[in-house]
C-alpha cells in the first residue's frame, strides 16, 4: 500500500527566515513524489515533483524538495520565507496521487 | 495553461438528491480524478479514469459513481446526496503516466442539507 504523511498541521516561521514543511511516504518501488499548493479559495497548484536523479529538486516560487531515500521523506523547503507563501501544502506519493493531510504554513511579517 | 473547469463553485442539495458535478479539461489529458477536501484529511480519491468509458475506484467510492464518456469530460454523480458528502469536491487532469503532475480545476462546495 502507497501513504504519504505530513507530520506537521501547522508550521510558523517569520519572514525571510527559512521554512521547512515535512513530508514522509511509504510506496513499494521507486517512489513518484509532488508538492502542491493551495491558497486560500482555490484549486491546488502544481509546485515540484522527484521522479528520478538529482536528490535535489527545484520547483515554482523560490521553493525545492530533497529526497531521502534512506529517511524515506521528501521535505518542502526555502531559503528565505515571505508572507505570501502562507497557504496550504501537500505532499503526494504514487501513480494514483495518494495525498497527505496539508500542512498550513503561516509567515508572519 | 491546462485548464480544468468545474460546473459550479457552490451547490446546495437536499438530502436524497441525485448530483451532478461536471469537469472539463481543455489539454487532452488521459487521466482525470475526483477528491473531496476535508479539514485534517487532506485530499482523498473518489474516483479515477484513465481513458473515455475506463475507470477505477480511490479510496472513498461508497456513494458515489462517475461518468466519463469524452475524453475531455469527467462527471461525478452522487446517486443520493447525504449530509456526510458537504465537502470540497476538486477534478483534476493529467498525462497519461504517474510521473505527471496534475491540473486541479477551482473547486465545488458542496453542501447538503
Known amino acids: 500500500a502507497q501513504s504519504v504523511a505530513q507530520p506537521e498541521d501547522q508550521v510558523n516561521v517569520a519572514e525571510g527566515n527559512p521554512l521547512t514543511v515535512k513530508c514522509t511516504y511509504s510506496v513499494s518501488g521507486n517512489p513518484y513524489l509532488f508538492w502542491y499548493v493551495q491558497y486560500p479559495n482555490r484549486g491546488l497548484q502544481f509546485l515540484l515533483k522527484y521522479i528520478t536523479g538529482d536528490n535535489l529538486v527545484k520547483g515554482s516560487y523560490g521553493f525545492e524538495a530533497e529526497f531521502n531515500k534512506s529517511q524515506t521523506s521528501f521535505h518542502l523547503k526555502k531559503p528565505s520565507a515571505l508572507v505570501s507563501d502562507s497557504a496550504l501544502y501537500f505532499c503526494?506519493?504514487?501513480?494514483?496521487?495518494?495525498f497527505g493531510s496539508g500542512t498550513k504554513l503561516n509567515v508572519k511579517p | 495553461d491546462v485548464k480544468v473547469t468545474q460546473s459550479s463553485r457552490y451547490l446546495v442539495k437536499r438530502t436524497g438528491e441525485k448530483v451532478f458535478l461536471e469537469c472539463v479539461q481543455d489539454?487532452?489529458?488521459?487521466?482525470m480524478f475526483w477528491y473531496r477536501q476535508d479539514p485534517g484529511l487532506g485530499l482523498r480519491l473518489i474516483y479515477f479514469?484513465?481513458?473515455?468509458?475506463?475507470?477505477e475506484k480511490g479510496d472513498i467510492p461508497e456513494g458515489y459513481s462517475v461518468s466519463r464518456e469524452k475524453k475531455e469530460r469527467f462527471s461525478l454523480i452522487l446517486e443520493s446526496a447525504s449530509t456526510n458528502q458537504t465537502s470540497m469536491y476538486l477534478c483534476a487532469s493529467s498525462l497519461g503516466a504517474g510521473t505527471n503532475e496534475q491540473y486541479f480545476g477551482p473547486g465545488t462546495r458542496l453542501t447538503v442539507t
Open positions: 503526494a506519493v504514487g501513480r494514483k496521487f495518494y
Open positions: 489539454m487532452d489529458h488521459e487521466n
Open positions: 479514469s484513465y481513458d473515455v468509458k475506463m475507470k
